[in-house]
């Protein structure tokens, strides 16, 4: 299923993503750092919820106090308790 999240606090507006079980592909962000987000996209394609959860809950960009990596967490996590 395919699921959509606006982000809150990044440059990035919105995140979307599918999850087979709790499988994640297909991560896309609309705005914010084109060549990292693409990066992170890739990295945590085929990893888990939890795994992402794990490497990237928390972690702050600049003087903001999330990031993009840590929005894609908050996303999976409703994405999940939607299910």
Known sequence: ?????????TCSSQIT?????????????I???????KAIASLVE???VE????????ITCGFKSTSCSDQ???ALKEAVNQK
């Open 1 to 9: 299923m395919t699921y959509t999240y606006r982000t809150k606090g």
């Open 17 to 29: 993503f599918e999850l087979d079980g709790n499988i994640v592909k297909k991560v896309q962000f």
């Open 46 to 48: 085929g990893m888990t």
């Open 72 to 74: 894609l967490v908050k």
């Open 31 to 37: 705005g914010g750092c084109n060549g990292n987000l």
């Open 51 to 58: 795994e992402i959860a794990k490497r990237c809950e928390g």
